[in-house]
Nanobody, 125 residues
Framework: QVQMVESGGGLVQAGGSLRLSCTVS????????MGWFRQAPGKEREGVSC????????DYADSVKGRFTIFRDDAKNTVYLQMNSLKPEDTATYYC??????????????????WGQGTQVTVSS
């Protein structure tokens, strides 16, 4: 049984930072590309960032480039999203997801097989 547990969300002032973590069990983590997605109230879920199985490639939404960094620690079966210079428009529920893939990562949510339960990020102005 695959389990994906996110943590690290919370309330932060604009300009602040948060680091989200997603620890995975029940699958061979090193075979999976990992993604972070977010969904704000009344909006569609969007792909924020992804990282491929080997950490050789990653991708970011234009809205977060230069502010967010994705990285993974395969020894801990964990993927992280470091979020700096947060803005009120970053407020959303953030989800991690796993995709069995040997190639470069993609931020298309339909490609992902497993999802976490989400963690709330709220950025106050």
């Amino acid at each position: 049984q695959v389990q994906m547990v996110e943590s690290g969300g919370g309330l932060v002032q604009a300009g602040g930072s948060l680091r989200l973590s997603c620890t995975v069990s029940g699958l061979t983590f090193g075979f999976y590309a990992m993604g972070w997605f977010r969904q704000a109230p009344g909006k569609e879920r969007e792909g924020v960032s992804c990282i491929n199985w080997s950490s050789a490639s990653s991708d970011y939404a234009d809205s977060v480039k230069g502010r967010f960094t994705i990285f993974r620690d395969d020894a801990k079966n964990t993927v992280y999203l470091q979020m700096n210079s947060l803005k009120p428009e970053d407020t959303a529920t953030y989800y991690c997801a796993a995709r069995r893939s040997g190639g470069s990562c993609q931020r298309d949510m339909v490609l992902y097989n497993y999802w976490g339960q989400g963690t709330q990020v709220t950025v106050s102005s």
